[in-house]
């Protein structure tokens, strides 16, 4: 049988299986758990896939065959659920996205919080990562985002680092987590239950359980079936691509700060990316997806186009498609989400295993290369106009 019939007789659930087995053939990834959301292909039903094991085979506490609900860290991923939870917001009559954050930050404490530069910055700028501020603060402030998804008032450290900050926007685009955390805590006086130490319940009030999210979340309930992620490393040989050295590799068990969810979760979480503006949450997911600009990135010649954390980009046919993927370094997990609306279809990739981007990869190890193969192979013809970006390391 000739390739081109074995690909013609390959059901829209085998693509998904395929896709699957060929991410852990070349990652070497313990496990993964791909959502699907096509209506052409399944309907609005959509299709979950788990793959692999929970944890490094041979590792304790022993894995497990992942499944639908096993949970899994999704790193910056993240920062599309908090700019929903401001996007909630304005649409209740709160704050406009040209709001400044120095009011906010304020109620952190009886003294003012902040500098001028920085109450001046708009809640807009730090959705688009327009704020100028660094990736990461720097000066051994680490653990920053520890206090914002454990729904306690930000460190003396984080408030002390606001205290100093003394650079304003700069005109250009500038990945920045210490900006989404500024936000984050931002987020949490907007809404009046529990000011300033309420992300998890905010999350599940407004966001997660009007979206059917039963396993979404930064703090683990201990029902939840937890993958315990792993850190890949490069073997040293002469010539890249590196291979991935399978038996080196460290179960972390540790818990990044950030939130977790399942493929049947991120399900839901696509179905309303597409529904927008209608279905749950159709007209704050709508702000969310609304673009807020082309800007240069910085110290380069190249430009990001954004809505609130997602990034905008179009396929060859003038598709709007939405991406953003996340990983945490030390928690070993990568995660990635895909939607374009006008093809109602919609991927995400939840993996437990990281590796550094500094390596000579392999073709295909990143999850977003996986989620892009399933979306052309559902939709002939499908591909991107650029790249997609490099995952982020949350931590």
């Known amino acids: 049988m000739s390739d081109q019939m074995i690909e013609a007789t390959t059901s829209p659930a085998q693509i998904v299986q395929q896709a699957a087995e060929k991410y852990l053939g070349i990652s070497n990834a313990p496990g993964c758990c791909i959502a699907v959301y096509d209506e052409k292909s399944f309907g609005t039903k959509g299709y979950v896939y788990p793959k692999g094991l929970s944890g490094v085979a041979g590792s304790s506490p022993a894995p497990f065959s992942v499944t639908t609900d096993t949970v899994f860290e999704i790193g910056s991923v993240t920062k599309v659920f908090t700019s929903t939870l401001l996007a909630v917001a304005v649409k209740a009559g709160g704050p406009c996205l040209d709001d400044t954050i120095g009011p906010y930050l304020n109620l952190f404490s009886a003294n003012a919080v902040g500098t001028p530069v920085l109450d001046a910055i708009q809640l807009v700028q730090f959705a688009t990562h327009t704020s ?8 051994g402030l680490t653990g920053y985002s520890e206090q914002l998804f454990a729904d306690e008032p930000p460190s003396s450290e984080l408030i002390n680092w606001w205290n100093q900050y003394d650079t304003p926007p700069q005109g250009c685009w500038q990945y920045s987590n210490i900006g989404f955390v500024t936000l984050g805590f931002a987020v949490t006086q907007m809404f009046a239950k529990d000011k300033g130490h309420n992300y998890n319940e905010i999350l599940a009030e407004y966001v997660t359980g009007p979206l059917g999210m039963k396993q979404t979340g ?14 890949g490393h490069w073997s040293k040989s002469s010539e890249p691509p590196y291979q991935i050295v399978f ?18 979760d991120m399900l839901k979480f696509l179905a309303a990316q597409i529904a927008a503006p209608k279905g749950p949450l159709g007209s704050q997911i709508a702000l969310t997806q609304q673009n807020q600009g082309t800007f240069p990135v910085c110290e380069e010649k190249t430009s990001v186009t954004m809505g609130l954390a997602w990034q905008i980009t179009t396929d060859t046919q003038g598709n709007t498609v939405f991406t953003k993927n996340g990983a945490t370094s030390r928690g070993g997990f990568e995660a990635i989400v895909i939607v374009v609306p006008e093809l109602q279809c919609g991927v995400a990739v939840l993996s437990n295993q990281y590796f550094d981007a500094s390596g000579v990869h392999p073709a295909g190890i990143a999850p977003g290369r996986t989620a892009l193969e399933i979306i052309s192979q559902l939709h002939p013809g499908f591909e991107l106009t650029e790249p997609l970006p490099e995952h982020d390391p949350f931590d």
Do not use: H, Y
């Open 247 to 264: 038996d080196r590799n460290t179960p972390t068990g540790g818990t990044a700060f950030d939130l977790k969810t399942t493929g049947d």
């Open 132 to 139: 100028g501020m660094p990736e990461q603060p720097g000066d």
């Open 218 to 231: 930064a703090v683990v309930n201990s029902s939840w079936k937890i993958a315990q992620g792993c850190i």
